[in-house]
């Protein structure tokens, strides 16, 4: 049986799909889909660099450069959030796939297909941040999405609220939707999936909590 990757009938026909994926012995244009998704990640970080989210420590010292080298701060801004993007689809798709393929035994293209769904889950995401820093001047990680918001009331440690931040409730979804799609496709025991699922978001977590103070830091002191 050959399966034909459509990522919006897993989202809106998903018990049919599975049942799909679990018995397709070829796939089909899953690395079509992959360069799809991979270009949409770097054109939204980039459009999102173009409107100024992230760029604190570039416009706190507009005053002090000329307009030459405010403008290519900019657009050195621009190309390292475009990077940004290519390696953080890439790592989305690739990265927990190859660990799950290892804990659960799935085939690995299958579990990509599953990350695919969770990369257009976390752009779109990404999308509705905009118009929340746009419109209401709050970053990320203290989104009203997100557990972030909490822990700004309760600590003032960046690398807290930062991780707090990127507990958000697609998150949360996400995590659902791996466990249910990863139980239709293996034998292994429920529980000891979300034990797998959920301690594999948590380290995500961490790293993100880390990326983004590691991330502030080095723009600080590169346009500081």
Excluded at 57 to 66: D, W
Excluded at 153 to 177: D, H, K, S, V
Aim: with cysteine; charged share 10%.
């Amino acid at each position: 049986m050959t399966y034909h990757v459509h990522l919006f009938k897993i989202l809106f026909s998903m018990e049919d799909d599975l049942f799909r994926i679990q018995k397709a012995e070829r796939i089909q244009n899953l690395w079509k889909v992959n360069t799809i998704l991979i270009l949409s990640a770097i054109g939204l970080y980039a459009w999102m660099a173009f409107l100024g989210l992230g760029s604190e420590s570039i416009s706190s010292i507009a005053v002090s450069l000329t307009q030459p080298a405010y403008e290519t701060s900019k657009l050195w801004f621009m190309i390292g959030r475009a990077l940004y993007g290519l390696v953080f689809a890439m790592f989305i798709l690739f990265v927990p796939s190859l660990l799950l393929y290892l804990l659960t035994g799935i085939p690995y293209k299958k579990l990509i297909i599953m990350q695919q769904v969770v990369l257009v889950v976390i752009l779109l995401e990404r999308v509705l941040w905009v118009p929340i820093v746009i419109f209401s001047g709050l970053n990320w990680q203290v989104s009203p999405l997100s557990f972030g918001i909490i822990a700004s009331y309760i600590t003032e440690i960046p690398w807290m609220i930062y991780f707090f931040g990127a507990i958000t409730l697609f998150q949360l979804w996400i995590i659902w939707f791996q466990v249910k799609y990863i139980t239709s496709l293996s034998e292994m025991k429920k529980p000891l999936i979300w034990i797998n699922v959920v301690l594999l978001h948590f380290l995500g977590w961490c790293l993100t909590a880390l990326t983004a103070f590691t991330d502030s830091y080095i723009l600080s002191g590169w346009f500081g």
